[in-house]
């Protein structure tokens, strides 16, 4: 048997501590499937003296995760740390210098700066892998990066963020308010104490942005993906799209068109029937919609230790199973020079189909004025309804609900700014997109 | 970039005409992808002068594959005949032999012969892919392979046939019989014209078979497999599973027991809002539940010339992005010969739900009766509804329905019996067992 592959982990939290018990508790296992053993020779995190339930004592401790990815006796640098920058990105950006293979989970640090570690990690012949870093356990981009090889991809989206479907399927199932689900999703640590970041769409347009390169061979662009969280929606938006077969889930698309690549993150309606519109709470989902293979849908946990440890272990074990300087595979599926430069579709030219609830005056002709503004934008209604309310009945204003045949954003947008500037509507519209498979 | 890639395609059908033609098409891409082109040099059929769409010219010619196999100008074999004896045999294990790496959509071959397969290419230092034999051109085998290594696994289960998922679809949209939707599936080639082996579970059988070895480390044993075909499936049963929430699926289902790993193709009810339940028509799925990850499923489509080149392409390209005599990887997912011993799990013992259809004489103390066997073999009722179908109102028999909470295979076949002793029963009883997420 060869000679044992070490191992230097960065970072000890939920993930990283995961991480280290199961490669001592599986260790023969992992010995026997891998050819050759895996040992944790060095570990760093801030606190030395915290219990964390797992014997690191074997190991080399670092307080600096840079200082033992460049002295380190390691062959893999495992990053589990996070962020974009600091300590996570000098560890990766060591390790790589000095020739190391990389693992890590880290989406923020891949979404900035993915093109530059792929390039070095290519200069260097080692591996950059990322499995745990889009969708957690889902094997996605070893799906992307290796199994779809030589198809021209076309779409691909998911929910992508466990704590966002979590809320979402909550408020549908128990009718509860979005503020209401955040709570309970802290409350049993499915949302930070500022979840800001999962429910405005930024770790779900992170991952977006890295599944894109991959999926289109285009260099990464996470500034360029349109955003919109699911705070405002409601019971309402809820409660209509069930009527109308739709569900609501948080997506990250992604998808080729005439005008460039569209990226874009944002709450949407998805029909009843789909195998996607059936995945609840915390799970997540990956579509990839490709010219040879045809619709691939992966299901799977998307957060968590132990499922989180399982693709980082997945992607050391595919280390192991390679004789050292053997592997080729570059990290974003093809050499990053290579690289096709991002051209951003505008997001003006999205073209689907549109669900729009507003308020309106309740007077006569209102009816004929929206359906007036719609003509005039070139937009056709597969459905309008008046929509009475509990309570609402006698109110001075009626809900008008209405779902549009594929059009595009700007027709849109003009149709509700002319409605808005007609001074019927009461209130803000709600205006949200229908993803079709 | 290192030199082209030779492949060999050993039968042009449906599949190799589809990678030939890709291949030829996409050479460029590939060769990105890759770090080296991948060139057809080499091909074999039955047929030379059979006009296939695509040109071999500048490929040598074989009429006989193992022929190629053993002299051609090649570094892969790829295996497309078919067939676990005969020219597809032959040729794979020519090639092993010489010392060349294999990819083969073949399921029949590795179900019968996969793990002595297996230990020629590790011995010769090549790699046996075939990713292709499970469920199409859903990436499982690379999944379960490599992406899960260290996992244990407890179940996997599936829909592997899609002229059978595509039939019994068909029979719940549009509420026809089993003989008509067959006849329609024939029609529009996704059925054989001697249906057989689909529709009596066998090739379902035998992706099982290769999928439990990979998921539980144990030698391939596809004559150990419990076999119940979807022939006998009526509109009562789809109707009575509708209103029960259940739909009907054609599943291979492998699961770890304390008596051994259980193996069986059946027709089975899943929970009407399950993920798996909403898979339709021709597609397939495939669930793996493990004790890290958690409950993986991936879901595309399970046949077809494109999607099955699909995968076989991304075998290619693993080979061609490895270099020569670098890989390691155990075609099942470690090495042949510590590979346990397959242990059958006795199908009496299975733990799980029934359904159970029935109809009986319409007289006094007939539920009673029933109830009192059920009680006798320790089986405990979710619910029982004597149902009065169609025309059937003022007839001397009745129809009930029963779903039981979990018991024993050997409970169920005991309280059949003893009910059929009893002498109301009129007909067979339908027996259908409940598969749970």
């Not at 026997?32 to 760093?44: E, F, Q, W």
């Not at 889930?249 to 519109?277: F, S």
């Amino acid at each position: 048997m060869a000679d044992a592959l070490k191992i230097g982990v960065a970072g000890l939290g939920t993930v990283g501590a995961s991480l280290v018990r199961i490669i001592s508790e599986r260790h023969e296992n992992l010995a026997t499937a891998c050819g050759r053993a895996i040992t944790v020779t060095a570990v760093s995190a801030r606190d030395r003296t915290k219990d964390r339930g797992i014997d690191v004592t074997s190991a080399t401790w670092y307080d600096d995760p840079a200082a033992m990815a460049r002295e380190g006796d390691i062959d893999v640098l495992v990053e589990l740390i996070g962020g974009a920058s600091g300590a996570a990105k000098d560890a990766v950006n060591a390790a790589l210098e000095r020739g190391i293979h990389v693992v890590t989970a880290n989406k923020a640090l891949l979404a900035e700066d993915g093109v530059a570690l792929a390039a070095l990690a290519e200069e260097k012949g080692v591996l950059l892998n990322f499995e745990a870093a889009v969708a957690g356990g889902i094997p996605v981009i070893k799906a992307v990066r290796e199994s779809l090889t030589g198809n021209t991809m076309t779409r691909v989206y998911g929910i992508m963020n466990g704590t966002c479907n979590y809320i979402l399927t909550r408020m549908e199932k128990e009718g509860l308010s979005f503020e209401d689900c955040l709570k309970e999703a802290q409350r049993l640590g499915y949302a930070e104490a500022d979840p800001s970041f999962d429910i405005n769409g930024n770790d779900t347009a992170h991952k977006l942005a890295i599944l894109t390169s991959l999926a289109f061979g285009c260099e990464i662009s996470c500034d360029d993906i349109y955003l919109e969280g699911i705070s405002n929606i409601t019971q309402d938006d809820i409660r209509a799209a069930a009527e109308l077969g739709y569900r609501i889930k948080l997506l990250g698309v992604a998808q080729r068109t005439g005008g460039g690549i569209e990226q874009r993150v944002h709450p949407t309606m998805v029909p009843h029937d789909t195998v996607i519109a059936q995945v609840d709470g915390v799970t997540n989902a990956v579509a990839i919609e490709s010219d040879i293979l045809g619709d691939l849908l992966m299901v799977g946990p998307g957060a968590g230790g132990d499922a989180t440890a399982s693709a980082v272990l997945g992607d050391i074990a595919d280390i192991a199973k390679s004789r050292p300087g053997a592997q080729t595979v570059p990290a974003l599926g093809r050499p990053a020079k290579s690289l096709e430069p991002y051209k951003r579709a505008r997001m003006r030219s999205h073209e689907g189909g549109y669900f729009i609830r507003m308020r309106v005056a309740d007077r006569i002709g209102v009816i004929a004025a929206i359906a007036r503004r719609m003509a005039d934008n070139q937009i056709s209604l597969e459905s309008i309804v008046q929509h009475s309310a509990n309570g609402e009945r006698d109110a001075p204003t009626k809900t008008i609900i209405m779902v549009t045949h594929a059009t595009t954003e700007l027709s849109i947008r003009n149709a509700v700014k002319a409605m808005e500037s007609d001074g019927y509507i009461v209130g803000k519209p709600q205006v949200i997109r229908i993803e079709k498979p």
